[in-house]
């Protein structure tokens, strides 16, 4: 089993940043990639943003490119998500997640672990 802990979230205005946490433990041997998840109250869960295991091939959702940063700390097997310029419409509960293996990293259903979320607030 692999756990994941979120961490980082919180209610910020309109412009301003986040830097979300996303701490891995336990089986980690074999995850191929990571991912950052969002859903909003009433809307389905969306791809945010993925990286894989090593830390390279980092993609986006379009909502994402310019303004999210995923990357890695190899010394701690944590995952960050740095959000700049944040938006009314980023107002999510965030969850990073973890795919043995997968082809599609932007789709949730191909990841096999995931964190409890962390809310992100971001108010106009």
């Known amino acids: 089993q692999v756990q994941l802990v979120e961490s980082g979230g919180g209610l910020v205005q309109a412009g301003g940043s986040l830097r979300l946490s996303c701490a891995a433990s336990?089986?980690?041997?074999?995850?191929?990639?990571m991912g950052w998840f969002r859903q909003a109250p009433g809307k389905e869960r969306e791809f945010v943003a993925t990286?894989?295991?090593?830390?390279?091939?980092?993609d986006y959702a379009d909502s994402a490119k310019g303004r999210f940063t995923i990357s890695r700390d190899n010394a701690k097997n944590t995952f960050y998500l740095q959000m700049n310029t944040l938006k009314p419409e980023d107002t999510a509960n965030y969850c990073c997640?973890?795919?043995?293996?997968?082809?599609?990293?932007?789709?949730?259903?191909?990841?096999?672990?995931w964190g409890q979320g962390t809310q992100v607030t971001v108010s106009s």
């Open positions: 336990g089986r980690t041997f074999g995850i191929y990639a």
């Open positions: 997640a973890a795919a043995k293996y997968t082809s599609r990293r932007d789709h949730a259903n191909e990841y096999d672990y």
């Open positions: 990286i894989s295991w090593s830390g390279g091939n980092a």
